[in-house]
């Protein structure tokens, strides 16, 4: 169990991407955390635009 599984159970869109591992914090992991970040938001951009669309059908 992760620290964030608690507010996912609330959450309707989450952008988590899959790190696959864990490393002390150095600048080097927090550029790519940031990076793969980035990438999985571009990716999950579209299926985010049509819940947000949706959620205001209501």
């Known amino acids: 169990m992760s620290l964030i599984d608690p507010a996912l159970e609330h959450a309707d869109f989450a952008i988590h991407p899959d790190m696959g591992f864990a490393s002390r914090p150095t600048p ?7 990076q793969s970040g980035e990438m999985e938001a571009q990716r999950l951009l579209p299926q985010l635009k049509v819940a947000l669309h949706n959620a205001h059908k209501f």
């Open 28 to 34: 080097a992991l927090f550029r790519l955390a940031r």
